[in-house]
């Protein structure tokens, strides 16, 4: 067999062999090691081999919101919702790309409405995206119920404080919630892979440094 043709056939069946399945784990893998366009890639095919699989997605989202793709965030987000109405943390990121996009005073506007998200502090932290509460209700609710509603709290009042232009607070926060939230938590492997896009200290479960992303401005009112 020629050597072009039997490179040829080789690629084929390489490509024949990705399913979208695969797709998505090679895209948590990458994401999780912070190759964001990488990921993107992986999903963005996975999702276009079978675009069932699109609303589910909210995986995707927050890898399009590191990508600066916040137009294509906030359709991921709002396609989220159709099937998944009371995700407080969909909401949330659905907020960050449409404040990246427009305002905060835009996102508060489009804020996706949630009223039955029972995990704590997640009430709390709707109001606060909202504009209704505050960063300190967050924290008393986390802190009455311990465990990991610490972390996340931490995780939100980060990327809160960041689209508010308080980079001091944001790090505090996402550095505190990558060391508390284990590995096997998805949202604590987000809350690492940001601090390592912004370079902000590692901690133990931090992969090895990638290329640098500076701290985005802050988000006009």
Same mark, same amino acid.
């Given at each position: ?29 990458? =994401? ?44 991921? =987000?709002?396609?989220?919702? !159709? ?45 606060? =995206? ?52 284990? !590995? ?38």
């Amino acid at each position: 067999m020629r050597p072009a043709l039997l490179a040829l056939l080789v690629c084929l069946a390489s490509a024949i062999a990705q399913t979208p399945e695969d797709r998505f784990r090679k895209g948590v893998s990458l =994401f999780f090691d912070a190759r964001i366009k990488e990921a993107l890639a992986e999903w963005d095919a996975q999702v276009a081999a079978d675009p069932a699989t699109l609303p589910y997605h909210w995986q995707r989202g927050i890898a399009l919101y590191y990508a600066d793709r916040f137009a294509d965030g906030r359709a991921q =987000f709002e396609s989220h919702q !159709k099937v998944n109405s009371q995700d407080v943390e969909n909401a949330v990121w659905h907020y960050l790309c449409v404040a990246r996009l427009e305002s905060r005073a835009a996102a508060r506007k489009a804020l996706l409405p949630t009223t039955k998200d029972p995990r704590i502090p997640m009430k709390e932290v709707h109001a606060l =995206f909202a504009g209704s509460g505050t960063p300190e209700a967050v924290t008393a609710a986390a802190t009455k119920a311990g465990g990991e509603a610490k972390a996340y709290a931490d995780l939100y009042l980060g990327l809160h404080a960041e689209a508010n232009g308080d980079p001091d607070t944001a790090r505090r926060h996402l550095t505190a919630a990558a060391a508390a939230l284990p !590995k096997e938590s998805y949202m604590g492997e987000v809350a690492r892979v940001h601090c390592r896009l912004r370079k902000w200290e590692s901690t133990p479960a931090t992969p090895p440094a990638a290329p640098a992303k500076p701290s985005p401005p802050a988000i006009p009112r």
